[in-house]
């Protein structure tokens, strides 16, 4: 495999199961726009071969000697990452993802045991069971799978900066990242608006819980929207003028970028010291916060808005996913591997 190369089934071999994991029979494991990169060396750091996928559902197969969690037969899931030092500033806090020494990513990376790590688009994964995620019997896995990664990737940042009654919150984007974004806002209470390139979404943006839906395209829309919102979440990966995002910020509040655009960002003071505006990133969260939007998806009926396939359609999805032609994450039913 290369970058120029489709992808094609191969044989790997899982580790054995070691004291402290647990093996797990995939069921469903999401596409990410993250994995196209890393299986097209976008970003320059892929070791082939590579197995992508991390949002990962299943059930246990396998448990360690010391496991004590999980049993044969639960529900479970893995999201972005398998391991992390354990003892940094960030590790104690649970907030394994920002880890001093690094995480050790699902796939496309290395283990502590020196071995290269394979992620989701797979039969089964053993994965060190501080690492797993419980899934709620209420959450079906296949739209459980996308919510280990476009799920906490919205709900870290709102949960931070407190999205909630009284704050009005916008998501740039309505795709993968923010129809999971606008949904759980909405859940917490937010007053919630979309922030799209055009209307041609609207009818959905309105049905997964926005208020508000408007279009960029409009050049009214900036000047409608200046000092309008506590908290922008911007979900997408293409440069633009943030400067003009900036401007609709609130006093004190925060645009937080959640996508990763090829060249820099490019702020002007003045975005910021008007109205004491901030800008921040968030990537990701911890396990303990990933369990907990879990959760939190399951008390509020969240699940991600999907469109199944079997594993012989992983690069036409890839090709569609680069097309914006997905509503809103494709799911791979690892049932056909």
């Known amino acids: 495999m290369s970058a120029t190369e489709e992808l094609v089934p191969t044989t790997i071999d899982t580790r054995e199961v070691g004291p402290h994991d647990v093996r797990i029979a995939v069921a469903y494991a999401g596409i990410c726009h993250s994995d196209i990169h890393t299986a097209r060396n976008e970003w320059g750091n892929t070791a082939y071969p590579v197995v992508p996928g991390h949002e ?3 059930t246990v197969s396998e448990i360690g000697s ?9 529900r479970v899931g893995v999201g ?18 920002y880890c001093r020494r690094g995480m050790v990513g699902t796939y496309n990376s290395t283990g502590r045991n020196g071995e290269p790590t394979t992620g989701g688009y797979a039969q089964e994964v053993v994965v060190d069971a501080n690492y797993v995620l419980r899934i709620p019997d209420s959450l079906g896995l296949d739209v459980a799978a996308p919510l280990l ?12 900066w407190g999205a909630g009654p009284g704050k009005r919150v916008a998501i740039i984007g309505l795709g993968g990242l923010g129809h999971m974004g606008v949904k759980i806002a909405a859940a917490m209470g937010a007053e919630v608006s979309v922030i799209s390139q055009s209307l041609k979404k609207m009818e959905d943006g309105l049905r997964l819980g926005a208020q508000h839906y ?3 395209d409009d050049p009214a829309t900036f000047k409608q929207l200046r000092g309008k919102f506590d908290l922008i979440i911007n979900t997408v990966s293409v440069n633009f003028d943030i400067n003009k995002y900036m401007g609709m910020l609130a006093l004190n509040g925060t645009l937080v970028e959640l996508g990763l655009p090829e060249k820099p960002i490019s702020v002007r003071a003045m975005s910021l010291t008007a109205n004491r505006r901030s800008l921040a990133g968030s990537m990701i969260g911890g396990i303990a916060e990933t369990q907990e939007m879990l959760d939190f998806c399951a008390e509020h009926d969240l699940g991600s808005e999907i469109e199944v396939i079997p594993a012989q359609q992983i690069n036409e999805a890839y ?3 680069i097309a914006s032609d997905v509503r809103y994450r494709f799911v791979i039913d690892n049932s056909t591997l």
């Open 214 to 216: 408007y279009a960029t």
């Open 66 to 74: 010391e496991v004590t969690k999980y049993q044969v037969g639960d």
């Open 80 to 97: 972005c990452f398998v391991d992390s030092c354990r003892e940094c500033e960030a590790c104690v806090l649970g907030q394994e993802q």
């Open 319 to 321: 090709e569609r996913v």
């Open 149 to 160: 990664c476009a799920g906490i990737t919205t709900y870290s940042p709102l949960r931070h």
């Open 56 to 58: 990962i559902a299943g």
